[in-house]
């Protein structure tokens, strides 16, 4: 995602940050209107970047991370929405412990689901297993293993009934 990685550089991303970290120290009176400015920049421009690009966001992973948990926080569905597509197409293997965590946090039901698939579609358990993120959620997520060890059982008594 070349083009999304230009718009986190333009500085668009960092002007976002510093509105949320005014938001979270209560100055409302002089930049709520900058916040939301700010926001409805970074993501009509992060949505011109994303519908014309095609590579992967894996560098930028952890800044959309963070959008995804102020978008969360300060209600922004839209900027939600957009970093939970773009975290989507970004999945591997090191990564996909640590967004199933974020899915569970902060409600998002549609990337919890696509994190269980990948999992489960790829055959890759046995490398997810073996990350750092997988050995977090253990503690700060252990319904999503419930849910990945019910997704997986589902996976393969519906593969066995192909089968037959």
């Not at 920049?41 to 014309?52: G, P, T, W």
């Not at 569905?77 to 597509?85: M, P």
């Not at 090191?94 to 055959?123: G, P, R």
């Given at each position: 995602?070349?083009?999304?990685?230009k718009?986190?550089a333009?500085?668009?991303?960092?002007?976002v940050?510093?509105?949320?970290?005014?938001?979270?120290?209560?100055?409302?009176?002089?930049?709520?209107?900058g916040?939301?400015?700010?926001?409805a920049?970074f993501?009509s421009?992060?949505?011109?970047?994303?519908e014309?690009s095609?590579g992967?966001?894996?560098?930028?992973i952890?800044?959309?991370w963070?959008l995804l948990?102020a978008?969360d926080?300060?209600?922004?569905?839209?900027?939600?929405?957009?970093?939970?597509?773009?975290?989507?197409?970004?999945l591997e293997?090191?990564?996909?412990s640590?967004?199933?965590?974020?899915a569970?946090?902060?409600?998002?039901?549609?990337?919890k689901n696509?994190?269980l698939?990948?999992?489960?579609?790829l055959?890759?358990?046995?490398?997810v297993?073996k990350?750092?993120?997988c050995k977090n959620?253990?503690?700060?997520c252990p319904?999503a293993?419930?849910?990945v060890?019910?997704k997986t059982?589902?996976?393969?008594?519906?593969?066995?009934?192909?089968l037959k």
């Amino acid at each position: 995602m070349e083009q999304l990685a230009k718009v986190l550089a333009s500085g668009e991303a960092e002007r976002v940050q510093m509105s949320v970290s005014v938001l979270e120290r209560g100055d409302f009176r002089s930049s709520q209107d900058g916040t939301r400015d700010a926001v409805a920049s970074f993501q009509s421009r992060a949505l011109c970047a994303d519908e014309r690009s095609t590579g992967s966001a894996a560098s930028n992973i952890e800044m959309i991370w963070n959008l995804l948990m102020a978008a969360d926080r300060y209600d922004v569905e839209r900027l939600k929405l957009l970093c939970q597509s773009i975290i989507c197409k970004s999945l591997e293997v090191e990564n996909v412990s640590t967004t199933l965590a974020l899915a569970y946090q902060h409600n998002c039901d549609k990337l919890k689901n696509i994190c269980l698939h990948f999992i489960n579609s790829l055959s890759v358990m046995d490398a997810v297993v073996k990350t750092q993120g997988c050995k977090n959620i253990k503690t700060s997520c252990p319904s999503a293993l419930v849910d990945v060890y019910e997704k997986t059982m589902w996976f393969h008594k519906t593969k066995a009934a192909h089968l037959k």
